[in-house]
């Protein structure tokens, strides 16, 4: 949903209960009032979570070293079983899919995309995992 007018920040019935305390700080009127947005990122418990600490690490993935990527691709398949579904499929699947298409993946991420892909239907299987698979095998990076 996009926001045209500054009121609209004042609804507040999609915010979770939890967070609602927290949003109304982040929007004081009074600048010396306004919580800092990194401080409750790091200390809020809503946004320490297998789920997005799952996506954010996908989303940097460039960063990480071999060690670290391996170790993450390896439990990424049970891990995906414990995340929403829909958020793996419309999310972390096209996270993963890329992020073997452009090498920043090792192999072992395969695994976890066929486990994901075995949640789709026959037609978006071959789509989304089918065709890219194809793709990784012809990427000489691939099997760097």
């Known amino acids: ?19 609602l305390p927290d949003y109304q700080r982040l929007l004081s009127s009074t600048p010396s009032r306004r919580l800092n947005p990194s401080k ?3 200390n ?6 297998k789920l997005v600490e799952t996506i954010q690490f996908m989303e940097i993935l460039n960063l990480k070293d071999s060690v670290e990527k391996d170790s993450f691709f390896r439990k990424l398949p049970n891990l995906a ?7 793996v499929l419309k999310k972390l699947l096209p996270l993963l899919s890329s992020a073997l298409e452009f090498g920043s993946a090792a192999a072992p991420a395969l695994t976890a ?3 994901m892909g075995s949640w ?7 789509i989304k995992v089918n065709l890219p698979i194809l793709f990784y095998f012809v990427s000489p990076s691939f099997f760097n």
């Open 120 to 126: 789709l239907s026959a037609k978006e299987f071959n």
């Open 40 to 42: 409750l990122i790091d």
């Open 44 to 49: 809020s418990e809503y946004f320490h979570n």
């Open 81 to 87: 079983e414990q995340l929403p579904r829909q958020i």
């Open 113 to 115: 995309l066929l486990k």
């Open 1 to 19: 949903m996009k926001l045209s007018k500054t009121e609209e920040l004042r609804n507040t019935s999609f915010i979770p209960k939890s967070l």
